[in-house]
């Protein structure tokens, strides 16, 4: 029983970050009560010291019961607990809860399991009775958001949904009545930057532009004054002041690593406060990354990314790595800087590869029907995807068509298993780091939020999943896993690994001793890249 701490799933799939609220006079606080009694125990075993070391984790699988959770309110004054009313199902989930500007009244979000009603409560902090003021169904599942934002004078407040296929504002009075909606069109809107309630102006980023870049943009909350405030191609992180006079712009492209900037409201830049020219990065002869689109047979666009040699010649044949996440909520194309990620890639391309990515159908900004179509079957329409953007590269004449390998991390680790068994013929290598490989030892909220019960899903679980189809396997694959990963359980390896040895299935085992789902520290990274590219170097 947990009392204003939050459990360990939570956190990682609805995004919340505490589990207690104060009141904006301090008078009182909310704080959400976790009952994990009846979530199973999952052993996390540090076999490092002398005697192995068990840390159990309570860890929900798909199936399992979850944490029963309610949300109580405590007066400084009177230090009695008086429980909200969220209903009698018991069997639902807490995502977010906030304080109304009177100080008196609870925001309270419940989502049902399934994942496909979210309901607005607001609840009298001093008697517990509550009402639905706002409710958001879905045939498939109901994404969250951080976009509920109270006007000062308690009488609107602004929401975001995803009703009309893309996520666009709406605001509403405080009864629940919809007043108008302030956004609209096929592109998402990303996130809510700021409000400037004297001048009637919201502040936010979206995709409006282009699917791989985030500007800032303004609109007055009477829908009127629609405009783009950045003008740069590439991805803007905005931080917004909270008079919303100034904003701080962290700029970055596919070429170009983070630069900060303050500007006025209006877009204007005050002053550069890191340009980060990086010259160092001069000295490794970074190849430009090209982005391409392909189209499927049944018409569809999909956004793809090759970085090739810095000292290509189209007469050569080269190998192919496909880079792959291809998960629900994410996008790998983007014109943003990549990271050390990117950086392994460039040097991967030096040493003669052709590096390849591709967003599926699946992924994140395109919205909801494109998102929605992976609905109760992983993998299945992921690949179909990523091998269509595969059939591209074989056209091209300076590709090596009998050479392509795949690699992925997390859900990018399951599409790699999962291309490894399903289309044997195609890829020659694979590189899986902390794959899932069941989807029924995946944690309740996300495994059902897109796949559902195991028990209403008994065939999606079994096809999506790739201890079930290890007898396919024909190239050369590499897993690598943390022992100690509390997200994705080193218990997926063993599990594919023991299907992998019973079909008499040959393939590479890598352990992480103690490293959790990142492999970082003590030299993990660094062993973990080069095992990595030696891999690739050996075997394609």
Not at 10 to 33: C, F, G, K, M, N
Not at 168 to 195: A, E, P
Not at 467 to 475: D, E, F, P, R, S
Request: net charge neutral.
């Amino acid at each position: 029983m947990m009392n204003g701490k939050l459990d360990w799933v939570y956190p990682e799939e609805l995004e919340i970050t505490t589990a207690y609220w104060w009141s904006p006079d301090s008078r009182y606080v909310a704080y959400l009560q976790m009952d994990e009694r009846s979530v199973p125990e999952y052993p996390i075993v540090d076999f490092i010291p002398y005697h192995a070391v068990i840390e159990p984790e309570r860890y929900p699988k798909a199936g399992d019961p979850n944490p029963i959770v309610r949300v109580g309110v405590v007066a400084l004054k009177n230090p009695q607990t008086i429980w909200m009313d969220v209903g009698k199902d018991t069997d639902i989930y807490i995502p977010r809860v906030m304080w109304l500007p009177d100080g008196k009244t609870l925001a309270i979000q419940r989502l049902n399991r399934a994942q496909n009603q979210l309901d607005l409560l607001f609840a009298d902090a001093t008697t517990g009775k509550s009402r639905c003021a706002l409710r958001e169904t879905d045939s498939h599942w109901i994404n969250l958001h951080d976009h509920l934002y109270f006007l000062k004078n308690g009488k609107r407040f602004l929401w975001s949904s995803e009703r009309d296929g893309f996520r666009h504002f709406y605001l509403y009075n405080i009864d629940g009545k919809l007043l108008r909606q302030l956004t609209s069109g096929n592109w998402q809107v990303v996130s809510l930057c700021g409000i400037d309630e004297k001048k009637g102006i919201v502040y936010f980023t979206a995709t409006e532009k282009d699917v791989l870049e985030r500007h800032l943009y303004r609109i007055k909350l009477n829908g009127s004054g629609f405009k783009r405030l950045t003008s740069r191609d590439g991805t803007h992180h905005i931080v917004m002041a909270p008079d919303c006079r100034h904003y701080l712009d962290y700029y970055s492209t596919v070429v170009t690593p983070i630069q900060l900037s303050l500007h006025r409201a209006n877009g204007k830049r005050v002053a550069f406060i890191a340009e980060n020219q990086v010259a160092e990065l001069q000295e490794y002869v970074l190849s430009t990354p090209e982005f391409l689109t392909i189209t499927t047979e049944d018409g569809v666009t999909l956004h793809a990314m090759m970085i090739k040699p810095a000292d290509f010649d189209s007469t050569k044949k080269y190998p192919v790595i496909v880079h792959i996440y291809g998960g629900p909520h994410a996008q790998v194309v983007r014109n943003a800087w990549g990271g050390s990620g990117y950086l392994w890639h460039q040097m991967m391309a030096q040493k003669g590869y052709i590096i390849f990515s591709l967003d599926n159908r699946g992924s994140y900004g395109r919205g909801k029907a494109w998102e929605t179509t992976i609905y109760h079957r992983f993998g299945e329409v992921e690949l179909k995807d990523q091998l269509c953007g595969v059939e591209y590269l074989k056209s091209l004449p300076y590709v090596d068509s009998q050479r392509i390998g795949i690699w992925g991390w997390s859900y990018g680790g399951y599409m790699t298993c999962y291309a490894m068994l399903n289309a044997p013929e195609v890829f020659k290598v694979g590189v899986a780091v902390a794959p899932v490989t069941d989807w029924r030892d995946y944690d309740t909220i996300y495994t059902e939020r897109y796949m559902g019960l195991p028990k209403d899903n008994p065939e999606g679980y079994e096809v999506s999943s790739p201890v079930n189809q290890v007898a396919n396997l024909k190239g050369k694959l590499l897993i690598c896993h943390g022992t100690s990963d509390d997200n994705v359980h080193f218990q997926n390896a063993v599990q594919l690994a023991d299907k992998l040895i019973k079909a008499c299935k040959q393939f590479d085992l890598m352990l992480y001793p103690g490293k959790k789902h990142g492999i970082r520290g003590q030299n993990a990274r660094i062993h973990l890249f080069t095992k990595i590219t030696n891999y690739f170097l050996e075997n394609l």
